[in-house]
C-alpha cells in the first residue's frame, strides 16, 4: 500500500509540472505571438503614434545593423589585406635573397673558379628557383589587389549607408496617411457636378420665351 502509494503520489507531481509546463508554454506564446493586423487597422490613427514610432525605430535598427554587418566585412577585408601585403612583401625578401646568392655564384663562375659544370647546375637551380618565387609573389599580389578593389567598393557603400542612417533619423517619424487620420464616420465631400452648358444654356432662352 505505501508503494501504491508513492507511486501516485509521484505521478500526481509530475502531472502537475507538466500541466504546469503547458501554462508557461501557452502565456508565452500568447506573449511573443505577432498582433492582429486586421484589428490593428481599426484602431484609430491618432491612438497609433507610438506603433509608428517603435515601427520608424525598427527601421532605423535594421539599418544600423546593416551598417554594422558592413563594417565588420571591412574590417575582414583589410585584415585579409594586411595578409597577402606581408606574404607579398615575405616572397620579395625571398626572391631577394636568392638573387643575392645567385649573383654571387655569377661572379665565381666568371672569374672562372670552381668546376664549371657544378656551376652551371647550381646557377640554373637558383634561376629557377627565383622565378617561382617571383610567380608566387606576383599571385599573391594579384588578390591583394583584388581585395583592395572590394575594401574600396565596400568604402562607398558604407559611406551611402551611413549618409542613409542620417537622412533617415533626421526626417523622423512620418506622418499618418490621410486615410488613417480620417474618421470612419467622416464621408469625403461629394464633388458638385457642373451642368453641362448646353442645357443651361436651352433653360434660360426658354425663360426668356
Request: aromatic share 2%; net charge negative.
Amino acid at each position: 500500500m505505501k508503494i501504491f502509494g508513492h507511486i501516485s503520489l509521484i505521478f500526481l507531481l509530475a502531472l502537475s509540472l507538466l500541466t504546469g509546463c503547458e501554462a508557461t508554454r501557452s502565456l508565452s506564446s500568447s506573449i511573443s505571438g505577432s498582433p492582429d493586423e486586421n484589428m490593428l487597422a481599426q484602431v484609430p490613427a491618432e491612438k497609433r503614434e507610438e506603433v509608428k514610432k517603435a515601427e520608424f525605430d525598427l527601421q532605423v535598427a535594421e539599418e544600423k545593423l546593416k551598417l554594422a554587418e558592413m563594417k565588420t566585412e571591412l574590417a575582414s577585408l583589410q585584415k585579409k589585406y594586411a595578409d597577402y601585403e606581408e606574404d607579398a612583401a615575405d616572397e620579395y625578401q625571398k626572391q631577394a635573397a636568392v638573387s643575392v646568392n645567385l649573383a654571387k655564384l655569377e661572379a665565381i663562375d666568371r672569374a672562372g673558379l670552381g668546376e664549371k659544370k657544378e656551376n652551371i647546375e647550381d646557377l640554373a637551380d637558383l634561376k629557377a628557383k627565383r622565378l617561382k618565387i617571383e610567380v608566387n609573389r606576383i599571385k599573391i599580389e594579384a588578390k591583394r589587389d583584388t581585395t583592395g578593389e572590394k575594401i574600396n567598393d565596400l568604402l562607398k557603400q558604407i559611406d551611402e549607408q551611413e549618409t542613409k542612417i542620417i537622412n533617415l533619423e533626421a526626417a523622423g517619424v512620418p506622418e499618418p496617411e490621410k486615410a488613417d487620420i480620417m474618421k470612419t464616420d467622416e464621408k469625403p465631400e461629394e464633388q458638385k457636378v457642373a451642368e453641362p452648358a448646353t442645357e443651361k444654356g436651352g433653360g434660360e432662352q426658354e425663360g426668356q420665351q
